[in-house]
């Protein structure tokens, strides 16, 4: 009798990270729960190019991040880059290595409730790098394409490069704005942990980074309206703006790429 053994079929899908960065950038992926992605936590990425990776199929809680101006010779470990750095070094630890703020996230769970995958580009740990997230099957773009490091209000700007540029744009909870982030409406904790108490309008520079900013030029020009990221998951309930998180049908099997400086 002949007996047939087949090894039980793992589903994947596919993720490219793309650095469309004229510098190199160090990316970073962490798994909140469950299977991790096939390719390392952390690498290299020189200006303009890309790898591709396949994440499990129902990837849960992923995190996809760019660091900047990091040296990992010597104690390799959260403080190696300038932001997004994380505990491990140049590849971040699959239990602790989340990165350090503020960094711009691509964020993913893939064949979720409904059978729907969701993903978002989130400022909620702050900005370091335009980003964006597209696909291969015409579901909605998520993005930040906008450098939000030079107008950051001076409040939240920084960290600087060694030339004094902003390589960083904070969010009002990591820069402590009210004293006490454990019952804060910039970080939406204590009385303030739902969506109820914790509206936008709560949060300070919630517009910058989300809405249209209105500048004016010149004093004897009228002001013009600016887009940053609105786009973007800017804090923690952002969903009630009906951009920030976005859906795409888990039966499409999307690609979907991750690129720095769209």
């Not at 400022?123 to 015409?138: E, F």
């Not at 001076?154 to 704005?177: M, Q, R």
């Not at 520079?205 to 609105?230: G, H, K, M």
Request: net charge negative; aromatic share 12%.
């Amino acid at each position: 009798m002949l007996l047939a053994f087949f090894a039980p079929t793992v589903l994947v899908r596919t993720v490219t990270v793309y650095n469309h960065c004229p510098f190199t950038v160090w990316p970073a992926t962490f798994t909140g729960t469950g299977a991790t992605p096939s390719y390392a936590t952390g690498w290299q990425a020189d200006a303009y190019t890309s790898v591709t990776f396949s994440v499990p199929d129902n990837w849960t809680a992923g995190r996809i991040w760019g660091r900047r101006d990091c040296d990992f010779s010597s104690n390799p470990g959260p403080n190696s880059c300038l932001d997004g750095g994380c505990n491990g070094g140049l590849q971040c630890s699959p239990t602790d290595g989340t990165g350090v703020p503020p960094a711009t996230l691509a964020e993913f769970s893939l064949n979720q409730s409904g059978g729907l995958d969701y993903y978002d580009v989130s400022l909620v740990d702050g900005y370091n790098l335009p980003m964006s997230i597209t696909n291969n099957v015409g579901c909605g773009v998520a993005d930040c394409p906008v450098d939000l490091g030079p107008n950051c209000p001076s409040p939240l700007k920084g960290p600087f490069d060694s030339t004094g540029f902003p390589v960083g744009c904070k969010s009002a909870c990591e820069a402590n704005l009210d004293g006490n982030p454990a019952n804060s409406p910039n970080c939406c904790t204590g009385q303030y942990n739902t969506a109820a108490t914790c509206p936008s309008s709560g949060v300070a520079y919630y517009s910058y980074f989300s809405a249209l900013e209105i500048i004016s030029v010149f004093r004897e020009l009228p002001s013009v309206a600016e887009t940053n990221c609105p786009n973007s998951y800017c804090y923690a309930y952002d969903e009630s703006s009906g951009t920030a998180l976005w859906t795409c049908p888990a039966s499409e099997n999307a690609v979907y790429t991750v690129t720095f400086c769209p």
